[in-house]
């Protein structure tokens, strides 16, 4: 292995890099093995020490930075990466949103294939790696705006594209030079837990980073995957989605995270109903080999027996593993047993100056905690009194879907409460799923002419209290309220306050409507 030849590119000695500028010195240092510059962009001439050195500048270091120079402070960014933003924009977030979007767009083709202005795609398949490759594409353009805007609009100083080393922890070694600051924030994210079988190394098995870098070929006609959290569904359906038989091989149950059970009936039944197959309580055994390393198929263990599954393409979601060992090695903070970093409220490690945000940190593995985890550190250490706890959020996923929730699922809220109201579309009804409702944003064509297909909504109501203990969406464009009114129920929201609101109708959660026809109710009733 030839050495690596670093050369130092300082960007604070020529013009400001425009967005346009960025994007092509990024591609370039990315792709191109002899591009091996490190990005430089300290203020040697300020003399003040650092606040903090953030190692890794993803969405929990570029946020923590940015809050700390808010605040008066002084940060410097590692990363290993030419750019800032992390893995959402490299390969997690940014991509999963494309391909979700496609399996929405694909199930109504689909739905409606030769009808109305959508095309005939009875038999066809589409292409993923057309898609790939359309993502691969298209992320310099993200990572060169979050390369403008931390220097050009939030004064960040950086150093990219060169790995960090902790000495100890207020030092920092990178690209053979030696960095001290006051306190040091371990922001270095996660990666994709390993497929551990014979055959996971072979040409064919992905991870959704490896799908991203190294796809070079078109899946044929049957997909495995592996896990049943969110990366596997969303992944999964996708792959559904263009057309293939995709089975998902899942070692207990599908979607555990969906709590409230007719919401997770719906969304599985709809996820089956578009042909995708559960093999639930089932493990993958092997991969098998074509004899030149590429995946020929996969054998599974099912509780009906052993089945051997033909395919080239196998993708596991099987959650992740912390970048956390070199911290635990320089620095000796105390882990979890999953490998995480302990932290308290106040992103502390139990290493006097060390803090420890994002992904670091464990579940969930969120962009909002990422990115507030960073930013409470940052004021903290700024010297302002605060407490982040993450143990109550709003949560979403997408299967063809779009699942948005809060609060407790109607089963746990019966225990808790006793007396609840549930308002719900569709309602209780003989005809039942076939009803057209809810009647959303772009679910309408399904409610006029696939109305099982329109959608589940359910807002669970503590009786006694009035208050919004629950909500849950399935269908399209409600995520955005769902962040909103999570603020609203935290703050106590009764259905009386929602009967209160205005609603944007058509609006894609329908809660303040139904709320307004049992609002004037003294003893509620279910909707
Ligand atoms: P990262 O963004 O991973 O940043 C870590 C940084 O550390 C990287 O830039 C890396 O280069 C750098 N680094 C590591 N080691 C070193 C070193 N030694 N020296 C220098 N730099 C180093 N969340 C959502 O809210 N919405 C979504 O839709 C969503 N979709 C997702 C889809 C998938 C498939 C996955 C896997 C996750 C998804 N997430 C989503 C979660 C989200 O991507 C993460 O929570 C978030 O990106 C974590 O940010 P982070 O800064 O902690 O880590
Ligand atoms: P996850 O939520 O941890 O789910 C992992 C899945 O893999 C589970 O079904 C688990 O089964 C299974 N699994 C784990 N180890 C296995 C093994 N050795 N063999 C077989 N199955 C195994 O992981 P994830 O879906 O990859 O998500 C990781 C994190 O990223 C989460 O915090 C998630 O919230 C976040 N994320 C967010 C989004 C988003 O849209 N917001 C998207 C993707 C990921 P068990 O259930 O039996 O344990
Ligand atoms: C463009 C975009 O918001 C997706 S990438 C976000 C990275 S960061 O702003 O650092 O959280």
Known sequence: ????????????????????????????????????????????????????????????????????????????????????????????????????????????????????????LEGKITSIKEMVDLFRAGRIAPHAIMNFQSKEQLDLEYILNAPGRII???????????????????????????????????????????????????????????????????????????GRRTIFVVRSQLLKLLEDGETRDYVITMMKEQGTEIWEDSLLTEVHNDGSGKVKGVTVSTPNGTEYVETDFVFHGLGEIPNSEMAADALGVKLNDDGTIVVNPQMQTSVPNVYAIGDLIGTPMEMFKARKSGMYASRHIMGEDIHYEFNEFPDFLHTHYEVSWFGIGEEEARERYGEVTIIKMPPDSEDGWEVALPATDRMMLYAFAKPRMSGFQKLIIASESRRVVGAHHVGAGARDAFQYLFQLYRKGLTIDQLAEMDELFLNPTHFIQLSRLRAGNQNLRDL
């Open 1 to 120: 292995m030839t050495a690596r030849t670093l050369t130092t590119w300082d960007i604070r000695k020529q013009d400001p890099l425009s967005i346009h500028d960025w994007g092509p010195e990024i591609d370039s240092m990315l792709e191109d093995p002899d591009d091996q510059r490190v990005v430089f962009n300290v203020d040697e001439t300020d003399p003040r020490p650092f606040d903090a050195i953030f190692l890794g500048g993803g969405a929990a270091g570029r946020f923590g930075s940015a809050y700390m120079r808010a605040l008066g402070g002084r940060q410097l960014i590692i990363d290993r990466w030419p750019f800032l933003g992390g893995s959402c924009p490299h390969n997690a977030c940014v991509p999963h949103h494309l391909f979700s979007e496609a399996a929405a767009e694909l199930m109504l083709a689909r739905t409606f294939s030769g009808q109305y202005w959508f095309p005939d």
């Open 168 to 242: 100890d922890s207020h030092t920092v070694e990178v690209a053979g030079r030696v960095f001290h600051a006051n306190n040091l924030i371990l922001a270095t994210g996660a990666r994709p837990r390993p497929l551990d079988c014979p055959g996971a190394d072979l040409h064919g098995v992905y991870t959704y980073e490896s799908l991203v870098e190294d796809l070079d070929y078109e899946p044929g006609d049957t997909v495995v995957v592996i896990g049943g959290g969110k990366t596997a569904v969303e992944y999964g359906c996708f792959f559904q989605a263009t």
